[in-house]
């Protein structure tokens, strides 16, 4: 369950974006941080890294799952994001709390693809991959 997401094409991206897969695919990896100043193409990195499981096979994610997240960060509404492309059941997420969520979201084998300021990105709990763009 990964979608395709429509991007521009770029000039001199193909080497960043082989460093940052092979952190993806590196188990080792659970956080990257990708920052940089303002138009320097972090949002088209991120949507070519999407694009990027769909062509390749080298890599075990059945999920890749993009979260758009505002200045006010809240990890409820990321979570219950995560949870609906999981199709996790109510039943099982109503009497977690937000660490058991995670702990819960951790144990599928996904990705996950932030986009949000990197100020507070490591108060986030997914419990999964962050990646975040500095605005
Ligand atoms: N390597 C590249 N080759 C061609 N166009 C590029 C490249 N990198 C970025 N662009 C273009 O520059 C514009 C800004 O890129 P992008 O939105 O990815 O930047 P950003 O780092 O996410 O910026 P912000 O911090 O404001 O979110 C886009 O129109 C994108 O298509
Ligand atoms: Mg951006």
Redesign the pocket.
């Known amino acids: 369950m990964i979608v395709e997401m429509p991007v ?6 193909d080497s960043r974006l082989d460093d940052v897969w092979s952190r993806v695919v590196d188990h080792k990896v659970r956080i990257i941080g990708l920052y ?1 100043t ?8 991120l949507k070519k890294l999407n694009n990027r499981f769909l062509k390749k096979t080298s890599h075990n994610f059945d999920v890749v799952i993009w979260v758009e997240v505002s200045k006010e960060v809240n990890s409820e509404n990321i979570q219950e994001t995560i949870r609906h492309k999981l199709d996790i059941s109510d039943e099982i997420w109503k009497n977690k709390n937000e660490d058991e969520r995670a702990a819960q979201i951790t144990q599928e084998k996904i990705c996950i693809i932030i986009r949000r300021s990197m100020g507070s990105a490591r108060s986030i709990k997914t419990g999964s991959f962050l990646f975040g ?3």
């Open positions: 521009d094409k770029t000039m001199g991206m940089g303002g138009g320097v193409g972090k949002t088209t990195l763009g500095s605005k």
